[in-house]
């Protein structure tokens, strides 16, 4: 299946692509690709699991087989799928299994679902060429799957990060991932 679409015939304007992607909770994950320049569009939901349309609550008891996930939008002509996939793995722990830090649980585990055979060679050898280079002292976890279908979140947690800045999980989880972001990927990030 392939996800690039062409807005125009006009070669001026931008293409899409997807990524889908699940690095823990969602709102961390959104919170750090809403920053980048190339994204277009970021909505937080389900994938992986058995359950359609399932609820927040549902997959928080782990019995739909969901992962929280992001579903993003971007400009390959801005940035390169790899790109994508080097600020994902540099902004969570791709090595514990289900878990990502005291969110604990399968929801919540490292997770690409390809779209197509592109995007899962470009991820199977970006794993090879971190593991290589023993960036964390485990080796990664991350699972690879096909995509299959992407459920968006409810409402409430579409720009989660944004709009509760203040809460406490955003303060002691989500603003040290941004931080890290901004000052490790600062040449990708939107302008201001």
């Known amino acids: 299946m392939n996800e690039t679409t062409q807005i125009s015939n006009d070669p001026n304007l931008k293409h899409e692509e997807i990524a889908t992607l699940g690095g823990g909770c969602f709102w961390c994950t959104e919170a750090?690709?809403?920053?980048?320049?190339?994204v277009l569009g970021v909505e937080?939901?389900?994938?992986?699991g058995r359950r359609p349309n399932p609820s927040y609550e549902q997959i928080c008891s782990g019995a739909t087989g969901h992962a929280e996930v992001i579903q993003l939008r971007f400009d390959p002509?801005?940035?390169?799928?790899k790109d994508i996939l080097s600020i994902f793995f540099a902004t969570h722990d791709p090595t514990t299994l289900n878990r990502q830090g005291n969110d604990v649980g399968t929801q919540y585990r490292s997770v690409i679902f390809y779209h197509d055979e592109s995007q899962k060679a470009i991820a199977e050898a970006l794993i090879k060429e971190l593991d290589e280079q023993s960036i964390w002292p485990k080796s990664i976890v991350t699972e690879l799957s096909p995509y299959n279908a992407f459920y968006k979140a409810e409402a409430y947690h579409q720009n989660y990060y944004q709009?509760?800045?203040?809460?406490?999980?955003?303060q002691f989880?989500?603003?040290?991932?941004?931080?890290?972001?901004?000052?490790?990927?600062?040449?990708?990030?939107?302008?201001?």
Do not use: D, M, W
Request: hydrophobic fraction near 35%.
């Open 163 to 170: 709009r509760n800045t203040e809460q406490g999980y955003c």
């Open 77 to 81: 002509q801005e940035i390169s799928y």
């Open 173 to 192: 989880i989500i603003s040290p991932k941004v931080a890290k972001l901004r000052q490790q990927f600062a040449h990708r990030l939107k302008s201001a």
């Open 44 to 48: 937080s939901g389900y994938a992986g």
């Open 32 to 38: 750090v690709f809403l920053e980048i320049q190339g």
